[in-house]
Structures are given as structure tokens and as C-alpha cells.
């Protein structure tokens, strides 16, 4: 007869093709099979889908993804049915703040460990604008618990794609990148983690009373290829069944008090690496504490791969304490015993098998025992002594004898002794019977009912789900599969079609929605086909109806065709597509209507669209509309033709409306642009179809010009159609706006400049006797012009009057033109001559003016010639001075005049040495002085830089204003004409590759107008480029036919350029400007400025700035919309088509954003959103229209 645990195992093994049947927490569950499952993520550009395919024991059941949408898809599968659990979404594109994040943290912390979940994004799951929507306890956690590494790096419409078991590594996991295709996980052979069915062995306790011993063997294919399990409960075999290990690791877990067996699961990892992920999921999931036995039978290991992985072994080295694990060999016998959380208490592999043991004590029980009844306390009468005990039980302390006659009680309730027999009023009713109070006799417990125990009043009723037909039976049976029991039932009922019951039910179970069960007495329901559909309870499964779809297998009712699709049969399994240029209005009729000209569908449409503005469709059976091409526009829906654009209005193409030109520009008929007015032609209207020249006297200098602007005084232009007036030269002048021609400097003016709108007149002492006169001309010394004269012998004599009051000058001015009294050689005047006192004079005429030189005992000047004075200018006395002052010596030569003083005098001191000199009135005239017995001393002649007397106006140097510098040279180099440095030396010419020796900052300061090459260091064979100013004409003398004494003008620019030797030719250019009267004053040219007083030279407009106008103290910033990428800059560049500027200063202009377009030249700004179905990238003048059936929305950088 076969054992009760042998028949019940062996019919758990024959119905596990079909369904794995157990109880957990009273609740009846079976596993759908192995579990194969492929998901797929597709990002918004790469199919904006989710999709998720289950097969269970290789049969597709299908999937239903409507439930997916935007964000984060997540599937949980039961680990003990390999069912879907659970399945939600979480949009975390939609929310900023990161609540949906922190939902879905909390959500996947709730999932229970070794849980397989399937995490997949449809559209996106990321914003666009930067911000990060994943928050960082989501990136730490899914990186911690589910191993995922590329989670944290999800971007903007991203695919991604993740299976995993919570606690244990990732199965797959995909990460592909927006528009680069879509992202697969799959996962393959997934078994269910099933406890034992609730099958009572032959000896198994319901709580620890007796030493558990195990015995386990293994052996691999070589060694026998096996694995048994044999488990003793206090020295007596318990039967194990160990039937179902086979190849890999056999898992046996046991209870942790009441050592009953908890489950068991068979790991094939030679088979798949996937094994040893749900292995390690399935020990996460057992309880702590528990004992567990691992057994290998055949190989866990594969021959040329390693399938355990290490996440597996480092777990159970670190939870286990098993050490072996790691390097287990192909075929190698492994064995293993231990708790849960502690040292292993066994571990062995090898190459022959192995055995494992180990027994086990049961932990120390309370006082009383629950399964034992306790005894009623029994008076010991006193006569008797306190009986010896033979035999305690292990689990009560022994009693303790005192010497007392009277026994002391035990704390502790003691059996009473063997040997002494207990008084019963009523007979002992064995189990199975009770006592029936009152009648003196046992009687046997009734069929539904009964008692475990000896001498007990009452039966027990069986519990729910379990029965008893017999009379007095001490235990109930467990309901048999396909059956119910009901608490207190003699007979077990069978379960009727459309419900089923497995074992120990109580009550049968419905088939739930999409299942049936045609037949009676069934373990479990079968799932519905696709195309069909149950409802709870039912005994078959009912066809679609037309209309109506169901796709997956086990649905409790069939899904309506969507607008646009249809289904013309019953128990379809999908609707069919309307095709592309039809629509399905009503899918129930299944009515398919035909889109004309002028509308369009794309397939699976319920009605025919119209075509947008700026499209067409001239055919009827359209798929999509067309849009309008360049130079065409269409602003009526449901058009089925374009129309041509008009002259002075532009039409891009695909366009419901036509621009007009905006002034300066213009457009002929058909247009797909507005062309921008030529230089020398205006227009000052929109929507103008040509432009306007402009006429002599005025000129448009750029395109787009609105109006022709007038030629300002001093400048013309003779031509019509003319970008820029032409400055007068020199010589010449303009008065007038709109001028045509200049004007010739008449006599008695001077034009020295070009651009020149009124002549200068000619200083006093000065003429100019013919018209186009450059420069006036200067009277001979000591002779003015009266009058306008064309005759130098025409100046007449004239004295220069001398001042009556002269300015002070400033402390600054030149020291040495002070006078410095000399009293050691100070000669002596005659008393006839000098005055014994002197008056002196108001203040305002302190400063007098001093003969420049005195006569010697030499003749005097002839009395035809008046005596040349200079002023020299006396400090003016404090003004806490005495209204008057003794008079003083008066110096008679100045020190810059004096003779030279005899060897034997002494030294003149110092200017620190010498006093202030006191304010003295001065005659207008000095007597000549009495020689002294001093050598005869001659006066020092005038300085060279100075040859002939100051006129009474200027009696010092100016000081230069902001805007002008001192010049130091004739003529000067301008920076601003050279190429590379202002200051660039060459390293020296060896006559074979090297460049001639040149600095261009170190010309003669006194450069004279003639051209000589051999001093500039230009060797024979150099290009030489001479620009005339005046002409705009250019010579150019090659090789050696260089100019030697070439004469050059003011202003005209020499290019230099080098390459006798063959090499890459290298240049600059060299600007004269003058002439400059040495000492003076002279303006700042344009694109210079100097913002200080008196220096020497002008500073170079920096990056971003310009000056338009000479003599000027600082330079201008450009305005928004223009820049200047140059110094010395005279004018700012506007900012090209595709770019824009909004501040000022600027160097550089910005490319327009992706998304935008910038159409105008000197945009400030960029507003212009792309529309739909067009797009831009960076820098774009215009939007690009989408092609290849591709859209866009507003503003977009791609289509899609």
C-alpha cells in the first residue's frame, strides 16, 4: 500500500503540467507556468509606444499595453504565480516638482523583495527644458535595489527598459538615445517560487517536540548523477519525498521553530545564467532563521560558461556563510546546511559525491505543553510519602525533595508518579469516543465529527475543508481536489462546472472573468482564447460579437473597434485599419467612406481630414495634403490648388498668407523672398515690387535703404544710382546739401582738408593769391598781408604791437624761458640810463615783455628795422605782497640769452637755489648796458626749434585738448593702417628666407614728402603699392624696379609686401597723416580719440566702439543690432540675417536660437517663432519646411 505522502506527491508531480496548485494565507493561488516575457520601450520619436508579450510555458497569452501611457510603466509579477500583480504609471514628464517621483519611490518600496518587476517608458519620461524630473532617492534607489545603472541618466524622449527582481541584479537592462530606436528587455524561463501543498507527512510535528535529523547526498553526473534528502523527527524517517530534484541546485526549506517544511524549487542554472537570478530572489524571499538544504544533482555549473553569478555567490557567503560556492566546477558535487542569517552548519563539494548531516535539538519549550491535556490536580493523601519519580518529562523541572513530612508544591505543575493510580469516578473513553455525562459510557463520535484525546465529553466538529464518514474516527480527512467540505460534513461535495477547488477548500471558487470549466470535480479553470471572452462562473467561453475585439487569452469581456477601425466577423481578435485616404465613421456598420480633393486621412482614421491652410490635395484618396510650394500661398481650408504670390510680397511655401516687402526691399510676382534695395536705390514703402535710384546729390550707402540720403556740406556726388558721396579734396569745398560738384577755394581762404563745407580764412600775416589754394602762405619776418594778395613782395612792413596784458601762465610751463637773475655778472647800467627808482605798476601788467637779445658794443640793427622782442613771462606776486616793493636790480640777460660767463666767475646756481623773483615793473625799453671789466660777452643766439619770433598771441605752447594730441613729427605713422603690429620689427634679412630689417613706429619724425625705399630697410625685389590720396588712384612698382626718391603726398597709404624669396607673402600697410606743425596741436583722426589733455598721441577705438569724426574725446558704442570686430573703427557693421544683438558695444552678434528665425539684417532681438510643420537650427535666417511626411509644432528645432 502506498504511503500517504508518496500518493499525495506524486499527484502534486502528474498535475503540475497544468497548474501547480498550493494555499497561501487561506487563499487559493496556482502558477501560470514559466514564465518567457519580451518588453519593448519606444521613445515619442522612435514610435511613442510601450509594449509588453507574457508566454507561459511557451504559450503566448498575450498582453493588454492599452493601461501604458506617458512616463514610467511598471508591471509586477507574483512571485508565487508568475501572474501581473500589479501595474500603474507614473507621469513624471508632467510633473515638475517631483511629486510623481516620490510616488513612484514609495510605490516600488512597497513591492514585496525578489518580486520580478518591468519597468518601461512610452513617449517620455524626462522634460525638455532641463529641469530634472527624476528626483535623486528614485536614481539611488532603482540603482540599490533593482541594479539599475543607466536609470539615473534618462533624458528627453529616451527609450528605456528594465527587468529585475527587487533585491536582486538586473535581468536586462536597455538605455538607447532620443530618435536612435527603441529599447528591449527580455527575460526567459522564470520559474514560480511554490511553498509544499499542505500535505501531512507520516510523522511530521505541528510544533517542535522531537530532534530533527537530516541526511542529504550529492552527486554529480560523474559521481552518480543524483540527489536524495532523507528527514528523521526523533529518530523515526519522516518519508521525504524527494522525487521532484533534478539538474542544478535543489533548494529545501524548513520552519525555524517547528522545523515543518516550508518549500522547495529546483534551479537549473547549467541551463540559463537566469536561473541564478531567481535563485538568489527566491532565498531573499524565505523567512530569517530558517534551516536550508542545497543539493546539486548532475551540474549547476556549465561547461564552458559561468552561469552562477557572483551576486548569488556573495550572498550566500555573506547570509549563509557558505564559502564553496564560488569556483563550483562542471559537474562538481555540492552540498550545503545552514540557517538562514548564521554559519553554515555543513558545507562540502568535491569530485565524488558528497553527503551533509546534521540534528537538531528543538528549542527550549514553556512550561506547558499545547498538545498535551493537563492533568486535574489530584490530592496526595498525607499518609503517603512523597513517592521517588521514575521518569520526568524534558520538558518540566524536576522537583526539588525537602526534608519537610509535608511536601512542598512544585512551582511548576508535576505528572503524577506512575506508580500511584488516579481515582476516576467515570470509565476512560479512548480516543475517537467521548463521555456522555450522566450515562456512565462511552460513546463514538458521528461522522462529520471528531476527538483526538482520551476521556473527553465532547467531539470536535471537522474544520472547513476537511470531512469524516466515519463513526468514531480521532482526525478528519482533507477535501480532495475538485471537492469542498463545509465545517462539520461527513462527505465531501464535488464542485460544479464553472468552479473548481484545490485541495482543503471550503468552498468551490468561480472561474474569475476570462476563465471557464466546462466539466465538474476540477482543480482549476481554463484561460479563454483570443477572440473570445467569459464572465465569473462560467462554463464556457463566448465569441466577439461583430464590432468587438478581444486580442490577449483569459479576458472577461471584449473591447469596441475605436473610430477608424473595424471588425467585420465574429471572435476577431483584432479590428483591421481603415486604410489611408478612407475613414470609418461608424465602426459597428463597418462603413467605409472615400476622403475627395481637398481632404486627406492617414490610415486608421474615422473621417477625412480637410487640408490645412497652406496646403493642397488634388486628388481624391489622399494620404496627405501638400504644401503650397515657394512662391505660392493658400489661405482656404480644403483647398485643392495653390495661388501665386503677388509682386511686393514674399510667400516662403506652405504658407495660409503672403508677407509684404517691408520698405527697402521689394519682390516681383511668385517671390519666395523680398529682396533687399540695391546701394543707390531706396524705397520707402512696403509691398513695393522694385526700387527707386537715387539721384545725383544724394546716395543709399547700404541695402535695404528706405530713403536716399542727401550729400552733406562737403561732400558731392556727380552719378546716379551712388552708394557714397564723395568728399571734396583738398582745395576745395561744399556748402551745400545735395551738392552735385565742390566749390574752389577762393583767394584769401585756405582748404587744407578734404570733406572741407566752408573755407578757412587766412591768418593775419598770411595770403593766399589763386583759388584751389591748399594752405595759406606766411609773410616774410616782420611783414603782414593787409589785404587778399597773390605776391609774397606784396606783405607790407608791420611791427608786431606789443601786448598791454598778458596771461600768467601755469606753474608748468617751461622753466626755462623764466628769468634767472645772475648777480655775479649782472652788468652795471649807467646812472643816466636806469632810473633811480622805478613806479610800479598795477597788478594786471605784472607780466612784461623782455628784449630777447641786447646789443653788444657791436653796431645795432639799421634804423629801417625794428628790434625783435620776446615775451617773458614774470609770476605774478602772491597776494599778501606789499602794495609796493624796493626796487631791484633788474636782470639784464635772460639765461637761455646770456653770454657765456668767464671761466673764473662762479656757477650759476641752481633753479632750486634761486629766489622768486620779485615782481619789478620794466621799462618797454632798456638802454643799452655799461660793459663791465668782463671779457666782452656775445648774445646766445635764438633756439633752432624756433627761428623766428612768437607772435604776441602765442607767447607759449599750447596745451592740446581732449580729442588732439601734440604732435612730435612733420607727418606721422597711423596705426590703424597696420596689418599685424603697430610696432613690428622683423628679425633681419640673412638674403636668403628671412624678411628685411623694418619697424614701422621708427620713421624719421621729420619725414619730407620724398619716398626713399633703401632707408625704409625694402630690399630689391619687393612689391611696392603707392595709393594716392587725393586721386584714389595706385601705383605699384614689382621687383626691382622700386621707386628710389618716389615724392609722396599727405595721407596717401604704402603697402609693402615681400616675397622675393618665394615664400607666403607677408605685409602691412603704412598711413602718413600731416602735415602736423611740430609742437602743435593736432586733431585725432577718425577712429582715434583721446580723452586726456596734452599728450602726445590718440588712442585706437577699442572692439565694439567707433568715431565717425576727427578731434574727438572718446568714441561711440555701436547701437543694438550692429557690431565692430576691428579697433580704430569709423562706422559699425550691421548684424547679418540669421543673427541678432540686443545690447551695445558689442563685438560680435548672436547666431537666432534653434526654433526661431532671424530674417532682418541689425535684428536687436529674435521673436520669430518657427509655425507648425516647419522648423530651424541654429543661426537659421528662415524656417526650413518639414519633408519626407515629417511635422513639427511651434517652435521646433526637428521634425518628427
Not at 377 to 403: D, K, M, R
Not at 461 to 466: H, I, N
Not at 646 to 658: E, I, M, P, Q
Amino acid at each position: 500500500m502506498m504511503h500517504p505522502r508518496e500518493a499525495t506527491s506524486l499527484f502534486i508531480r502528474i498535475t503540475f503540467a497544468f497548474f501547480v496548485i498550493f494555499m497561501r494565507g487561506g487563499e487559493a493561488a496556482v502558477c501560470l507556468g514559466e514564465l518567457d516575457l519580451s518588453a519593448t520601450s519606444a521613445g515619442y520619436l522612435d514610435g511613442n509606444t510601450a509594449s509588453l508579450v507574457l508566454s507561459y510555458d511557451s504559450v503566448n497569452t498575450g498582453h493588454d499595453d492599452a493601461w501604458m501611457s506617458r512616463g514610467f510603466n511598471i508591471a509586477v509579477f507574483d512571485k508565487t504565480t508568475n501572474a501581473v500583480e500589479s501595474r500603474v504609471t507614473f507621469d513624471l514628464y508632467a510633473s515638475a516638482s517631483q511629486t510623481q517621483s516620490d510616488e513612484m519611490l514609495s510605490f516600488l518600496q512597497s513591492v514585496t523583495d525578489g518580486s520580478l518587476v518591468v519597468v518601461l517608458v512610452k513617449d517620455t519620461a524626462q522634460s525638455w527644458d532641463g529641469n530634472d524630473h527624476i528626483g535623486a532617492e528614485l536614481k539611488s534607489y532603482m540603482a540599490t535595489t533593482f541594479n539599475a545603472t543607466n536609470f539615473g541618466s534618462i533624458a528627453f524622449r529616451q527609450s528605456y527598459a528594465l527587468v529585475a527582481f527587487k533585491g536582486g541584479p538586473a535581468i536586462a537592462e536597455d538605455f538607447v538615445a532620443a530618435a536612435a530606436g527603441a529599447a528591449v528587455g527580455t527575460a526567459q524561463g522564470i520559474s514560480c517560487f511554490l511553498p509544499l501543498p499542505s500535505v501531512q507527512p507520516t510523522h511530521s510535528p505541528t510544533a517542535c517536540s522531537e530532534e530533527i535529523a537530516l541526511a542529504g547526498t550529492s552527486a554529480g553526473f560523474q559521481d552518480g548523477n543524483s540527489a536524495s534528502l532523507s528527514v528523521s523527527y526523533g529518530g523515526v524517517d519522516s518519508g521525504y519525498n524527494d522525487a521532484w530534484m533534478s539538474r542544478g541546485f535543489n533548494v529545501a526549506v524548513f520552519r525555524a521553530i517547528e522545523r515543518s517544511e516550508w518549500g522547495y524549487s529546483n534551479f537549473d542554472t547549467y541551463k540559463t545564467p537566469a536561473k541564478s537570478t531567481e535563485m538568489l530572489s527566491y532565498l531573499l524571499g524565505i523567512p530569517d532563521g530558517s534551516l536550508v538544504v542545497i543539493l546539486v544533482e548532475d551540474t549547476a555549473q556549465h561547461w564552458a560558461d559561468s552561469n552562477i553569478g557572483a551576486d548569488l555567490t556573495a550572498y550566500m557567503a555573506s547570509v549563509f556563510g557558505a564559502t564553496q560556492l564560488d569556483g563550483l566546477g562542471f559537474r562538481e558535487s555540492y552540498g550545503f546546511v545552514g540557517y538562514k542569517g548564521r554559519n553554515s552548519i555543513m558545507e562540502a563539494k568535491g569530485g565524488g559525491s558528497v553527503d551533509i548531516t546534521m540534528s537538531a535539538r528543538c528549542p527550549t519549550p514553556s512550561p506547558t505543553h499545547s498538545s498535551m491535556p493537563t492533568p486535574s490536580p489530584t490530592p496526595v493523601p498525607s499518609p503517603l510519602p512523597t513517592p521517588e519519580p521514575t521518569h520526568l518529562p524534558t520538558y518540566a523541572p524536576s522537583p526539588v525533595p525537602t526534608p519537610s513530612p509535608t511536601p512542598r508544591p512544585s512551582p511548576t505543575p508535576t505528572p503524577a508518579p506512575t506508580n500511584v493510580p488516579t481515582p476516576s469516578p467515570t470509565p476512560v473513553c479512548t480516543k475517537g469516543n467521548y463521555h456522555m455525562m450522566g450515562s456512565g459510557s462511552c460513546l463514538y463520535c458521528e461522522p462529520g465529527k471528531y476527538q483526538a484525546f482520551d476521556n473527553q465529553n465532547f467531539c470536535d466538529e471537522c474544520p472547513a475543508g476537511q470531512h469524516q464518514a466515519s463513526y468514531g474516527a480521532w482526525e478528519c480527512n482533507m477535501c480532495s481536489l475538485g471537492h469542498y467540505c463545509p465545517q462539520n460534513t461527513a462527505r465531501e461535495i464535488e464542485c460544479t462546472a464553472g468552479s473548481y477547488a484545490a485541495t482543503s477548500a471550503s468552498v468551490c471558487t468561480n472561474c474569475t472573468a476570462g476563465r471557464y470549466q466546462p466539466a465538474v470535480k476540477q482543480t482549476a479553470c481554463f484561460a479563454c482564447r483570443a477572440g473570445e471572452y467569459a464572465v465569473v462562473g462560467a462554463s464556457q467561453c463566448t465569441l466577439c460579437a461583430a464590432g468587438r475585439y478581444q486580442s490577449a487569452g483569459g479576458q472577461g469581456e471584449c473591447a469596441v473597434c475605436a473610430a477608424g477601425w473595424y471588425a467585420d466577423k465574429m471572435g476577431e481578435t483584432n479590428c483591421t485599419a481603415c486604410d489611408a485616404g478612407f475613414a470609418c465613421p461608424d465602426s459597428d456598420d463597418n462603413t467605409i467612406v472615400l476622403c475627395l480633393a481637398g481632404t486627406y486621412s492617414p490610415a486608421a482614421s474615422a473621417s477625412c481630414i480637410e487640408c490645412a491652410a497652406g496646403h493642397y490635395s488634388s486628388t481624391s484618396e489622399s494620404t496627405e495634403c501638400t504644401e503650397c510650394p515657394a512662391g505660392q500661398y493658400q489661405e482656404v481650408l480644403g483647398s485643392i490648388s495653390c495661388k501665386t504670390c503677388v509682386a511686393g510680397y514674399s510667400c516662403k511655401g506652405g504658407d495660409f498668407s503672403f508677407d509684404a516687402c517691408a520698405p527697402g526691399e521689394f519682390s516681383a510676382s511668385g517671390a519666395t523672398s523680398c529682396s533687399a534695395c540695391q546701394a543707390g536705390e531706396a524705397n520707402e514703402y512696403s509691398g513695393s515690387s522694385d526700387c527707386t535710384t537715387c539721384t545725383p546729390g544724394r546716395v543709399a550707402g547700404f541695402g535695404n535703404s528706405i530713403v536716399c540720403d542727401d550729400c552733406v556740406p562737403g561732400k558731392y556726388q556727380v552719378d546716379p544710382g551712388e552708394a557714397n558721396c564723395i568728399e571734396c579734396p583738398r582745395g576745395y569745398y561744399q556748402d551745400n546739401y545735395v551738392a552735385t560738384g565742390c566749390k574752389p577755394c577762393p583767394a584769401g581762404f585756405e582748404c587744407p582738408d578734404t570733406n572741407m563745407a566752408e573755407p578757412d580764412p587766412c591768418d593775419e600775416c598770411s595770403f593766399s593769391g589763386s583759388i584751389m589754394s591748399r594752405f595759406c602762405t606766411a609773410c616774410a619776418e616782420g611783414k603782414c598781408a593787409i589785404a587778399t594778395i597773390s605776391d609774397p613782395d606784396e606783405c607790407e612792413w608791420r611791427p608786431t604791437p606789443l601786448p598791454s596784458v598778458v596771461p600768467t601762465p601755469p606753474p608748468t610751463q617751461n622753466p626755462t624761458i623764466l628769468p634767472t637773475p645772475i648777480p655775479t655778472i649782472s652788468p652795471t647800467p649807467k646812472p643816466s640810463q636806469v632810473p633811480s627808482s622805478i613806479p610800479t605798476p598795477p597788478p594786471s601788467l605784472v607780466p612784461t615783455p623782455i628784449p630777447s637779445s641786447f646789443p653788444s658794443e657791436a653796431p645795432t640793427a639799421p634804423p629801417s628795422q625794428e628790434p625783435s622782442f620776446r615775451p617773458t613771462f614774470i609770476p605774478t606776486p602772491p597776494p599778501t605782497l606789499p602794495p609796493t616793493l624796493p626796487p631791484i636790480p633788474v636782470p639784464t640777460l635772460l639765461p637761455s640769452l646770456a653770454p657765456t660767463p668767464s671761466p673764473s666767475l662762479p656757477p650759476s646756481p641752481s633753479p632750486t637755489q634761486l629766489p622768486t623773483p620779485t615782481p619789478t615793473p620794466l621799462p618797454t625799453q632798456l638802454p643799452t648796458p655799461v660793459p663791465t671789466s668782463a671779457p666782452s660777452l656775445e648774445p646766445t643766439p635764438p633756439p633752432t626749434y624756433n627761428p623766428t619770433p612768437e607772435p604776441s598771441s602765442s607767447p607759449t605752447p599750447e596745451i592740446c585738448d581732449t580729442g588732439y594730441f601734440r604732435a612730435t613729427a612733420l607727418f606721422s605713422v597711423v596705426g590703424a593702417c597696420t596689418v599685424v603690429d603697430e610696432c613690428f620689427s622683423s628679425p633681419g634679412y640673412d638674403g636668403v628666407t628671412n624678411y628685411p630689417e623694418l619697424e614701422v613706429c621708427s620713421f624719421s619724425p621729420l619725414f619730407d614728402g620724398t619716398l626713399n625705399v633703401t632707408d625704409w630697410g625694402v630690399r630689391i625685389g619687393d612689391d611696392m603699392i603707392i595709393r594716392d590720396f587725393d586721386t584714389g588712384t595706385q601705383t605699384t612698382f614689382a621687383g626691382s624696379s622700386n621707386p628710389q626718391d618716389y615724392p609722396v603726398t599727405f595721407g596717401d597709404e604704402i603697402d609693402w609686401r615681400s616675397d622675393t624669396d618665394g615664400s607666403t607673402n607677408f605685409g602691412f600697410r603704412i598711413c602718413l597723416d600731416g602735415p602736423q606743425e611740430v609742437g602743435q596741436c593736432a586733431p585725432c583722426r577718425e577712429g582715434y580719440f583721446q580723452d586726456e589733455r596734452n599728450q602726445n598721441s590718440c588712442d585706437a577705438c577699442p572692439l565694439g566702439q567707433y568715431q565717425a569724426n576727427p578731434a574727438s574725446p572718446s568714441c561711440s558704442l555701436c547701437a543694438p543690432g550692429y557690431f565692430q570686430d576691428f579697433v580704430a573703427a569709423t562706422g559699425c557693421q550691421s548684424c547679418n540675417p540669421g543673427t541678432f544683438e540686443g545690447n551695445e558695444g558689442s563685438s560680435s552678434c548672436e547666431d537666432c536660437p534653434a526654433g526661431y528665425e532671424c530674417p532682418d539684417q541689425a535684428q536687436t532681438t529674435y521673436s520669430d517663432l518657427c509655425s507648425p510643420g516647419t522648423y530651424s537650427s541654429e543661426g537659421a535666417s528662415a524656417c526650413s519646411t518639414c519633408a519626407g511626411g515629417k511635422t513639427s509644432g511651434v517652435g521646433a528645432s526637428a521634425c518628427f
